[in-house]
């Protein structure tokens, strides 16, 4: 599969919400609900103080943060300070305000409706906010609130259905509809990009390869789309997980590279799987995601002893989890990989989210 469709083609793919002029103004509330919630937790618990500068790991410390969630409360800080919330007093940071800000978790309902979410969504987010100091001393993890609170695991996806990760999965599927030969999913997780290629297509080509880390999510695709699954780990090298070399002409990977420990050397995995001039596809948040720092970036935490999703790369030095657009371009291009195209444009309504799909092409003629 050498020839994609036209860009615009691709951009005409993508559904378009009824009130693209709603987002901006949803999203900046949702920014700003999340970051008070951070914000007056870190006050009231007395990490942050007025009289003295602490670096982030004795905020952590003050926080009483479990030590795999000290890179988050790290990145709370540096978001903080950005946004003008908090004061950065050398190589530490100082609260700005005398009282702790109001939360108003209720507007969340609206908020979230304005962005595409399923309506689990802002309940979902309002028991993270509501539970932040024990999630941040790990006492309890996102997961076990959910089902603690009668949900199920579909509704802790629910951060993964809206108008904008609807757009990219729509590109998604236009790609899988030109029939590549072989497409296998890395990371497909609840199977929202998979939904939507069988949306698209009607059914799933018979050499599409479901992947995952988890068992849990490859028997998940199994029941309920009767697909042919494997297990892959996009750390490590696919020969040794029983994957031939060049085998598969598209690859998709939606919301799942950041989670590589280095980004170059997943990128170069994925390269030994696709085969000469085959195509990679993958969605990212390209910002710090500010909205998701009180809630699912929890579950990005490493297990206590693994390493950090980016501790092997570029994100190290700041303790990101998230690679911006330039740092995807440094790395596919350390990978060997070429970028075709970023979508949405900067300027697309539904690039407002920090979210982006990353078209990248194998080398013709492997090295
Ligand atoms: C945010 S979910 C995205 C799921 C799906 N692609 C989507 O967009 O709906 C991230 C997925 O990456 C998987 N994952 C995490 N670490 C991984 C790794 N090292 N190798 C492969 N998959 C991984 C998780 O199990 C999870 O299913």
Same mark, same amino acid.
């Given at each position: 599969?050498? =020839?994609?469709?036209?860009?615009?083609?691709?951009?005409?793919?993508?559904?378009?919400?009824?009130?693209?002029?709603?987002?901006?103004?949803?999203?900046?509330?949702?920014?700003?609900?999340s970051l008070?919630a951070i914000l007056r937790v870190l006050?009231?618990?007395?990490?942050?103080?007025?009289?003295?500068?602490?670096?982030?790991?004795?905020?952590?410390?003050?926080?009483?943060? #479990?030590?795999?969630?000290?890179? =988050?409360? !790290?990145?709370w800080?540096?978001?903080l300070?950005?946004? !003008?919330?908090?004061?950065?007093?050398?190589?530490?940071?100082?609260?700005?305000?005398? /009282?702790?800000?109001?939360?108003?978790?209720?507007?969340?309902?609206?908020?979230?409706?304005?962005?595409?979410?399923?309506?689990?969504?802002?309940? =979902?987010?309002?028991?993270?906010?509501?539970?932040l100091?024990?999630?941040?001393? @790990?006492?309890?993890?996102?997961?076990?609130?959910?089902?603690?609170?009668?949900? &199920?695991?579909?509704?802790?996806?629910?951060?993964?259905?809206?108008?904008? /990760?609807?757009?990219?999965?729509?590109?998604?599927?236009?790609?899988?509809?030109?029939?590549?030969?072989?497409?296998?999913?890395?990371?497909? !997780?609840?199977?929202?990009?998979?939904?939507?290629?069988?949306?698209? =297509?009607?059914?799933?080509?018979? @050499?599409?390869?479901?992947?995952?880390?988890?068992?849990?999510?490859?028997?998940?695709?199994?029941?309920?789309?009767?697909?042919? /699954?494997?297990?892959? @780990?996009?750390?490590?090298?696919?020969?040794?997980?029983?994957?031939?070399?060049?085998?598969?002409?598209?690859?998709? #990977?939606?919301?799942?590279?950041?989670?590589?420990? &280095? #980004?170059?050397?997943?990128?170069?995995?994925?390269?030994?799987?696709?085969?000469?001039?085959?195509?990679?596809?993958?969605?990212?948040?390209?910002?710090?995601? %500010? %909205?998701?720092l009180g809630?699912?970036?929890?579950?990005?935490?490493?297990?206590?002893?693994?390493?950090?999703?980016?501790?092997?790369?570029?994100?190290?030095?700041?303790?990101?989890?998230?690679?911006?657009?330039? !740092?995807?371009?440094?790395?596919?291009?350390?990978?060997?990989?070429?970028?075709?195209?970023?979508?949405?444009?900067? &300027?697309?309504?539904?690039?407002?989210?920090?979210?982006?799909?990353?078209?990248?092409?194998?080398?013709?003629?492997?090295?």
């Amino acid at each position: 599969m050498t =020839l994609l469709p036209s860009q615009q083609r691709l951009i005409d793919a993508m559904p378009r919400p009824a009130a693209p002029e709603a987002l901006p103004a949803a999203l900046a509330r949702l920014e700003a609900i999340s970051l008070a919630a951070i914000l007056r937790v870190l006050i009231e618990q007395r990490a942050l103080v007025a009289e003295t500068g602490r670096d982030a790991a004795a905020v952590a410390a003050a926080l009483g943060a #479990a030590p795999r969630h000290a890179w =988050l409360i !790290g990145r709370w800080l540096a978001v903080l300070a950005a946004r !003008g919330l908090i004061v950065r007093d050398g190589a530490g940071y100082r609260r700005a305000a005398e /009282t702790a800000p109001e939360v108003a978790t209720e507007a969340l309902d609206a908020v979230y409706a304005a962005l595409g979410f399923p309506p689990g969504m802002a309940g =979902l987010h309002r028991l993270a906010l509501g539970h932040l100091v024990d999630l941040a001393r @790990d006492r309890t993890g996102l997961p076990e609130l959910v089902f603690r609170n009668g949900g &199920d695991l579909a509704d802790l996806g629910a951060y993964q259905r809206n108008h904008f /990760t609807a757009a990219l999965n729509a590109i998604c599927a236009e790609l899988v509809a030109l029939r590549p030969r072989r497409v296998v999913e890395l990371g497909a !997780g609840l199977g929202h990009t998979t939904e939507a290629v069988r949306a698209r =297509l009607g059914a799933l080509p018979p @050499d599409y390869l479901f992947t995952d880390v988890s068992r849990l999510f490859t028997l998940a695709a199994e029941r309920r789309h009767g697909v042919d /699954t494997a297990l892959l @780990d996009i750390d490590r090298d696919p020969r040794e997980q029983g994957r031939a070399p060049g085998s598969a002409a598209l690859v998709l #990977a939606t919301n799942v590279l950041h989670n590589a420990v &280095d #980004a170059v050397r997943a990128l170069t995995h994925i390269r030994t799987l696709l085969a000469p001039g085959g195509w990679l596809v993958f969605s990212e948040s390209v910002d710090d995601s %500010a %909205a998701t720092l009180g809630a699912m970036q929890f579950l990005l935490s490493p297990a206590p002893g693994a390493p950090r999703p980016g501790s092997g790369d570029e994100r190290a030095r700041e303790g990101r989890v998230f690679l911006d657009t330039a !740092g995807w371009r440094r790395a596919l291009e350390g990978a060997g990989l070429a970028i075709h195209s970023i979508l949405p444009d900067e &300027d697309d309504p539904l690039a407002l989210a920090g979210q982006r799909l990353f078209i990248a092409q194998a080398p013709e003629e492997s090295a």
